[in-house]
């Protein structure tokens, strides 16, 4: 039975493989060169370019590596800390959008903000405190400088 399991695994690696050639690409993920005039990466040598495809993107089984999600002898991406498991995650929202959300949540925020500063803080219930003789600047050793504005 476990030879079996491998036997498919191995038959899906080669039907990957046959998509990885140079010249086809996946529908879900971007060429490898950004134009077919650029030229192929000399440090590379004969390593086959691969598309620029999370391993997140991809489906949860029929792996021989199901963590990583691989195969046994897969080829390496150039760039495996990116596209690995273990690379950053793959937003399912645009960023357009996360963006409005975002604001519409803050703005939310804010808003409830002001509501309870100015709309929900109930009237003062007793009268401010009045003294004569403008604010008893004099009585309590106070300068002309500092007295009380009166406000109308």
Do not use: H
Request: hydrophobic share 35%; aromatic share 10%.
């Amino acid at each position: 039975m476990r030879s079996i399991r491998l036997t498919n695994g191995a038959f899906a690696a080669a039907a990957r493989r046959e998509r990885l050639i140079p010249g086809k690409s996946p529908r879900s993920c971007r060429p490898a060169s950004t134009s077919a005039a650029q030229e192929k990466d000399p440090q590379l040598g004969d390593y086959p370019e691969l598309p620029w495809q999370s391993r997140q993107t991809l489906p949860p089984r029929g792996w021989w590596d199901q963590q990583m999600r691989r195969n046994f002898g897969d080829p390496v991406p150039e760039y495996e800390e990116v596209l690995s498991m273990w690379g950053p995650d793959i937003s399912a929202v645009p960023p357009r959008t996360a963006l409005f959300q975002f604001t519409l949540a803050a703005s939310a925020f804010v808003g409830f903000g002001f509501l309870c500063k100015f709309v929900l803080v109930p009237e003062r219930p007793t009268v401010p405190r009045e003294y004569p003789f403008s604010g008893l600047v004099q009585e309590l050793g106070g300068l002309e400088d500092n007295k009380v504005c009166s406000i109308t």
